[in-house]
């Protein structure tokens, strides 16, 4: 088997400073799992565990409807 050297312990960060959950109305933290077009980054790029991953989506999007975030940036 081979280790790629991004595999070698990426902490989840939610799971770090735990929090259980993710909050939709703490924009700062959801802007850092954001690309610059403020696409919701992938599983490897974040380096979130799955569970906080799908909660993240979860809150990404309610800040959108609540318009804290942008959808798309041109
Ligand atoms: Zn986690």
Same mark, same amino acid.
């Given at each position: 088997?081979?280790?790629? =050297?991004? !595999?070698? $312990? $990426?902490?989840?960060? &939610?799971?770090?400073? !735990?929090?259980?959950?993710?909050?939709? +109305?703490?924009? *700062?933290?959801? +802007?850092?799992?954001?690309?610059?077009? &403020?696409?919701?980054?992938?599983? $490897?790029? =974040?380096? *979130?565990? =799955? *569970?906080?991953?799908? +909660? *993240?989506?979860?809150?990404? $999007?309610?800040?959108?409807?609540?318009? =804290?975030?942008? &959808?798309?940036?041109?």
């Amino acid at each position: 088997m081979k280790y790629r =050297s991004e !595999n070698i $312990k $990426k902490q989840c960060y &939610f799971c770090t400073s !735990n929090m259980r959950g993710v909050d939709y +109305k703490d924009v *700062l933290t959801l +802007k850092r799992f954001l690309d610059p077009q &403020f696409k919701i980054m992938p599983k $490897k790029r =974040s380096g *979130l565990c =799955s *569970l906080h991953q799908r +909660k *993240l989506a979860k809150a990404v $999007k309610r800040a959108r409807i609540i318009v =804290s975030l942008p &959808f798309i940036v041109r």
